[in-house]
């Protein structure tokens, strides 16, 4: 029986929806994928706005038609330009008298809706130019993104990314896996290959823990014994046993780094 009237649900749910199709069709005479777009930025501006006025009523206690003796009410509407991912529209924001409304479907100072910011750090980390990503956001969405503004973006993560390359580590870690990800990449015109090597702890009680990430060109013993004393600094006094699939240098680094302790290298065949 359950079953059977999740089925008669889904069917109205789809009747709904095509009643509802056909009605944007001949509200907006839709003829075009650009017609849609439109109308999507219609009903979704519509849409915000509404849910805004309703935040508002919160707000101040009272709805729009009601009366009220608060020292606080209604003062009009603020034009506002916010980016989404169907492109840019104008909403009215509700404003009040003593400008303490702090609406949260979009914020007072938000300007953008669509996950711009993770779209901009994915196509940067893909290795895509400020100019390029730019283009890129203004040919799919339909609004401009300039280059400082995609800069501002990306360096809002570097913080995040040193903090988390230099926070302090666990004293011993009985295994340590050491792994590589070859890459190409384009500088100056010309292609070449690196490799991100991870570092990653299996910790005390058990759990993984990836320590840090290194690019590199090649692997010599110098480089093993930097990234082995950068641990070092950020509180790796011990480790038990260090896997790695043959890494050149890496044995001479080990002995330099911790010449007292316990680690020791073996050869680890990884499957992908």
Request: with cysteine; hydrophobic share 35%; proline share 2%.
């Amino acid at each position: 029986m359950a079953r059977e009237k999740k089925m008669i649900h889904k069917v109205q749910m789809t009747d709904g929806k095509k009643a509802l199709i056909h009605q944007l069709l001949q509200e907006y005479d839709i003829e075009t994928a650009e017609d849609i777009q439109d109308a999507l930025k219609d009903l979704l501006g519509g849409t915000i706005k509404e849910m805004m006025e309703a935040e508002m009523d919160n707000h101040l206690g009272y709805e729009r038609s009601a009366r009220s003796d608060s020292d606080n009410a209604r003062n009009g509407y603020k034009s506002k330009k916010i980016n989404s991912s169907y492109g840019s529209f104008e909403i009215d924001a509700p404003q009040d008298r003593l400008s303490s409304f702090a609406p949260q479907v979009v914020k007072k100072r938000q300007k953008d809706i669509s996950g711009i910011e993770q779209k901009i750090i994915s196509m940067y980390a893909k290795g895509m130019t400020t100019s390029q990503i730019s283009e890129t956001l203004e040919d799919i969405y339909g609004f401009e993104a300039s280059e400082g503004f995609i800069s501002d973006v990306t360096d809002k993560i570097l913080p995040q990314i040193e903090d988390w390359q230099n926070r302090p580590l666990s004293s011993m870690y009985p295994i340590i896996f050491i792994d590589a990800i070859h890459f190409s990449v384009r500088e100056d015109g010309l292609v070449r290959k690196l490799a991100a090597y991870i570092v990653l702890g299996i910790n005390e009680n058990g759990m993984k823990e990836v320590l840090t990430i290194e690019v590199g060109e090649n692997e010599t013993s110098k480089y093993w014994l930097s990234v082995l004393n950068s641990l070092k600094n950020r509180g790796v006094q011990d480790i038990l046993i260090l896997c790695s699939d043959g890494l050149s240098g890496l044995k001479e680094a080990i002995a330099t780094a911790y010449p007292k302790n316990r680690a020791s290298a073996l050869h680890c065949a990884f499957s992908s």
